[in-house]
């Protein structure tokens, strides 16, 4: 029973790159999220996903596309990285959306230079 | 938007208590949660209370919830180096606002 898995763990990128960040979960949620954290910035949510099928802009999604691929699956996409995308981002899920406990998975550190 | 605003540093000596405050702006809430994170992890859920909750004791961990100032504060009793960490306070209503972070240092 692994919860919340992220790949991958580190990346770097050049400006102007793409990538894919892939979180699986095998809690069986209908929720899923997708957050930046930045130092002194705490959490700030990019997508979320309030079950299969749908999708919904964050706080923060400008410069991110985001796919849920089935229940397990929600990928978030950078399709031309920028030096603003440093950060270490994290995958959670939940239950049902926000008014219940959120599953984090271990984060990727990302830097684009 | 809704702020969740805690401090950022907090130092405590090991058996000492420690006491992590932590504002918010949101009345609707109608759950706010403490969640820690060790390093090199995501965050791991510690705690919550109802809206509708003055105090919820969970072993050495005690929340106490002020409505009316909106004041909500995480009391670690008998504080042991592997609590070194750093403590987020979380609401919500239509979405879950995190602060930044109280980082805890344990010093022996």
């Known amino acids: 029973n692994a919860g919340v898995t992220q790949t991958p763990k580190f990346q770097v990128l050049k400006t102007g790159q793409s990538m894919t960040l892939q979180c699986a979960q095998d809690?069986?949620?209908?929720?899923m999220y997708w957050y930046r954290q930045d130092p002194g910035m705490g959490l700030r949510l990019i997508y979320y996903s309030a079950s299969e099928g749908t999708t919904d802009k964050g706080e923060v999604p400008n410069g991110y596309n985001v796919s849920r691929l089935n229940k397990r699956e929600f990928s978030l996409r950078l399709e031309s990285a920028a030096p603003s995308q440093t950060s270490v981002y994290f995958c959670?899920?939940?239950?049902?959306?926000?008014?219940?406990?959120?599953?984090f998975g271990p984060g990727t550190r990302l830097t684009v230079t | 938007g809704e702020d969740v605003e805690q401090s950022l540093f907090l130092s405590v000596r090991e058996g000492d208590s420690s006491v992590i405050n932590c504002t918010y702006t949101d009345s609707s809430s109608t759950y706010l949660y403490w969640y820690k994170q060790e390093p090199g992890a995501g965050l791991q859920l510690l705690t919550y209370i109802f809206s509708n909750m003055d105090m919820k004791q969970d072993q050495r961990l005690t929340v106490l919830l002020n409505k009316k100032d909106k004041h909500l504060s995480l009391r670690i009793a008998d504080t042991q180096t592997g609590d070194s960490a750093i403590y987020f306070c979380?609401?919500?209503?239509?979405?879950?606002?995190f602060g930044a972070g109280t980082r805890l240092t344990v010093k022996p």
């Open positions: 809690m069986n949620h209908n929720s």
């Open positions: 959670a899920t939940s239950t049902g959306t926000y008014s219940y406990e959120q599953y």
């Open positions: 979380a609401e919500s209503f239509n979405d879950m606002r």
